[in-house]
């Protein structure tokens, strides 16, 4: 039983592990490599350690309210999904598209590192992607971005290094857990839904593979 294992831990970790799991709770996504701004480099993030360590533990605990933990260490990454698909949240019609936008700037960038393994990009260079591609035909209002780009930090796709969300000189960084929100296979749907102007059929199509609880959203 978990709780047999949970009271092995000690007083700290206990504490360390109730955080946790409320973390992850609320926003979806842990990440293994993070940036550290300092040293300008991704360095490892104790709290996935600390999953992975006690990950069993994790899974045997969420699994009594419906929870399902994984874990890729490829792309180190921490996902959560509700087996009952309950907690979902809808992004708006911008954020979807901003999400999609920095799906692609990810594959695109992807393949073009070599030695360095984040992937960057800036405000003003998504808001140009998008614009380019046609998704939407002027900049979108500054609050539309900041709001959007909030959300999907939240709950830990893309993290912000520097400045205000809304700056085009904002530098972001797109995590891997983007992989797992938008796959292959919803980008491919995704250029289906390009013509829809109505925001509840792009949705239909959109909706995220793992949970977003939002009421947690700031």
């Given at each position: 039983?978990?709780?047999?294992?949970?009271?092995?831990?000690?007083?700290?970790?206990?504490?360390?592990?109730?955080?946790?799991?409320?973390?992850?709770?609320?926003?979806?996504?842990?990440?293994?490599?993070?940036?550290?701004?300092?040293?300008?480099?991704?360095?490892?993030?104790?709290?996935?350690?600390?999953?992975?360590?006690?990950?069993?533990?994790?899974?045997?605990?969420?699994?009594?309210?419906?929870?399902?933990?994984?874990?890729?260490?490829?792309?180190?990454?921490?996902?959560?999904?509700?087996?009952?698909?309950?907690?979902?949240?809808?992004?708006?019609?911008?954020?979807?598209?901003?999400?999609?936008?920095?799906?692609?700037?990810?594959?695109?960038?992807?393949?073009?590192?070599?030695?360095?393994?984040?992937?960057?990009?800036?405000?003003?260079?998504?808001?140009?992607?998008?614009?380019?591609?046609?998704?939407?035909?002027?900049?979108?209002?500054?609050?539309?971005?900041?709001?959007?780009?909030?959300?999907?930090?939240?709950?830990?796709?893309?993290?912000?290094?520097?400045?205000?969300?809304?700056?085009?000189?904002?530098?972001?960084?797109?995590?891997?857990?983007?992989?797992f929100v938008v796959t292959n296979e919803r980008i491919s749907k995704m250029y289906e839904t390009l013509g829809f102007?109505?925001?509840?059929?792009?949705?239909?199509?959109?909706?995220?593979?793992?949970?977003?609880?939002?009421?947690?959203?700031?």
């Open positions: 039983m978990w709780l047999e294992e949970f009271e092995r831990l000690t007083n700290s970790e206990k504490e360390e592990f109730k955080r946790i799991a409320n973390l992850i709770l609320s926003r979806t996504f842990i990440i293994r490599d993070i940036y550290d701004p300092k040293d300008n480099m991704l360095k490892i993030n104790a709290e996935y350690r600390f999953v992975e360590r006690y990950f069993q533990l994790f899974s045997d605990y969420l699994s009594y309210s419906g929870w399902t933990i994984y874990r890729d260490n490829n792309y180190g990454v921490i996902a959560l999904e509700n087996i009952y698909k309950y907690n979902r949240m809808r992004l708006n019609k911008n954020t979807t598209l901003m999400l999609y936008t920095l799906r692609l700037i990810f594959e695109e960038e992807r393949e073009k590192v070599t030695l360095r393994k984040e992937i960057m990009t800036t405000t003003g260079q998504l808001i140009h992607k998008m614009l380019t591609i046609g998704l939407i035909d002027k900049k979108l209002p500054n609050k539309d971005i900041a709001n959007g780009l909030r959300t999907l930090s939240y709950h830990n796709i893309i993290e912000k290094l520097e400045g205000v969300w809304e700056d085009p000189d904002t530098r972001i960084l797109i995590l891997p857990s983007i992989l102007e109505d925001e509840e059929e792009i949705g239909e199509y959109l909706d995220s593979q793992f949970v977003f609880r939002g009421e947690d959203v700031l």
